[in-house]
């Protein structure tokens, strides 16, 4: 959901049976350009928030079926989230949705997205607020936390330290739900 120009497909999704990649049509025709449809990777133009999408997926068991809401929920407000969940819970239960989450520290940063015209919206305490809106939290990673390796050992340490406090630990976070 809201795959932009990622190419997770082509890195990890070629055993899936199907992929779709949801986005807006002035994304899915530039993703158009630069990449090519398939019976088995295919393009979907449409809102997130346009629930007719949710029609492509009727031959599918709910269970088979991960949803990534990768950089794109933060710019809803939190009864769009509600919205959206909801329908996917109605539509699809016990399908896994893979959530990414802004604490919400990091409202600070926000002051650069919106001069940039993309404001972020929705925030969130820590994975609990996905509990309330109806979601099963099955497992949680702080980015911090997750590929340590990608960090420099100096900030490793640092990182280490710092998650260890709910402040910093649920700045970012990874959240893997059912619906």
Known sequence: MGAGLSTRFHRIGKNADRWLDLDLPVVTELRSQLDTQTQQHQFVSASVMDFDW?????????????FIAEGLLAYFEVNEVQQLISAMRSRFPGATLDVE?????TKISNKNFTKIGAPLKWFVKDEQDLTAMGLQVVNV???YQLYPERWPWQWQILL??????????NGYLIVETKL
Do not use: W
């Not at 989450?101 to 520290?105: A, K, P, V």
């Open 54 to 66: 949710m029609d492509t997926l009727t031959d599918v068991a709910p269970e088979n079926i991960l």
């Open 101 to 105: 989450i802004l604490g919400n520290y």
């Open 141 to 143: 990673g702080s980015l």
């Open 160 to 169: 280490k330290f710092l998650t260890q406090f709910s402040y910093f630990r």
